[in-house]
């Protein structure tokens, strides 16, 4: 295999934010819940734990609060971009016995996929790409495993250049996620994200170059009526080319605290007042409000099953249940409703 570039470690600027070096232990996390998503078998891998971009939505500010790497407390999660010092060393180390023979071996892991990532984008600028190169690379010699890529940047081509040797290029499924298809809409609640029509361009490149890819329809905002939501699951369908994806995973938005009212000013500022209520008018927390929240999150999932209601076990729609909302949920797991 070709050799790369080193990645540099040193930039003090990605993406227009300051970058944070940290010593890191692991890269990889082998049982990390993400399995009941259905994105993975359980491992997943994080060059970094702060993203170069900045969507209002994001969670990963909420999870990292505890500051597992000791950052500065003066240093904003969403203003940085945190980078594990040698991820690859380290991703190499993880996979090694001490004795230099493989960890993960066996025939049980042949197949199991491992999703990257739970806390960054992996291809938000060409350092990036390569360092996911690497990485995919390292875990490809070393373990029998498929790789699952999630990106919004409009560079996953690219990777999947670094990837494309006949042996190795089945073993990475490529999915790029949006919660819209409208690229100004996207623009305002996302941060430094391509547009969302250079993704779509991006998934059908992949596509047209026999690279296996999957779909992420989220976080999908409240819409005006029913009929609006068919529409949205048919238009993301077409443009996407769902029919080449091996899946497609959709979601409602999940904002709380923070995120919430970073999201809400988000839209306001852009322009988009209407969203910005209809997120709002689900989000209160009153009765009316909770039952609104569950009609969107029921007509956006009914939407989807509808467009895929012939291709079974193609749509995994990921939905947080409360004890009132669990039963309605459950019957429809043949329909791709996924409880978390
Ligand atoms: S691309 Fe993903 S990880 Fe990065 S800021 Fe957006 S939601 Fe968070």
């Not at 369908?237 to 709380?256: D, Q, S």
């Amino acid at each position: 295999m070709d050799k790369l570039n080193s990645i540099p470690h040193s930039r003090a600027q990605m993406n227009g934010k300051q970058v944070v070096v940290v010593p890191a232990k692991t890269v990889i996390n082998f049982k990390s819940g993400f399995d009941k998503k259905g994105l993975c078998d359980g491992p997943t891998f994080s060059t970094g734990s702060a993203c170069a971009y900045t969507c209002s939505f994001c969670y990963v500010p909420a999870v990292m609060r505890r500051n597992p790497h000791g950052l500065d407390r003066s240093l904003k999660h969403e203003d940085i971009v945190v980078r594990r010092e040698n991820s690859v060393e380290v991703l190499r180390r993880q996979l090694t016995r001490a004795n230099g023979s493989p960890r993960v071996t066996g025939s049980e892991e042949a197949g199991r996929v491992v999703f990257s990532s739970p806390l960054v984008d992996v291809a938000a600028n060409m350092d990036l790409v390569r360092e996911t190169i690497e990485a995919c690379r390292v875990i490809m010699e070393l373990t029998p495993w498929t790789i699952r890529l999630l990106s919004k940047s409009n560079l996953l081509p690219k990777v999947a250049e670094g990837l494309a040797d006949p042996a190795i290029k089945h073993r990475v499924i490529y999915g790029v996620s949006t919660g819209t298809l409208d690229d100004r809409l996207a623009q305002a609640f996302e941060g430094g994200t391509p547009r969302v029509s250079k993704r779509i361009q991006s998934i059908r490149w992949l596509q047209d170059n026999g690279f296996r890819t999957y779909g992420m329809i989220c976080p999908s905002l409240p819409l005006g009526s029913q009929e609006e939501y068919r529409v949205f699951a048919r238009e993301c369908a077409e443009k996407l080319r769902a029919e080449r994806m091996e899946h497609v995973w959709a979601e409602v938005i999940n904002v709380r605290g923070e995120s919430f009212e970073r999201t809400e000013a988000a839209l306001r500022t852009a322009g988009f007042d209407r969203e910005a209520d209809r997120l709002r008018s689900v989000s209160l927390g009153t009765p009316d409000s909770k039952r609104a929240w569950e009609d969107y999150a029921r007509w956006t999932f009914e939407a989807h099953a509808e467009v895929y209601a012939n291709s079974p076990g193609k749509l995994r729609f990921l939905q947080y249940v409360t004890n009132p909302t669990r039963a309605w949920w459950a019957a429809r797991g043949a329909q791709g409703a996924i409880l978390l």
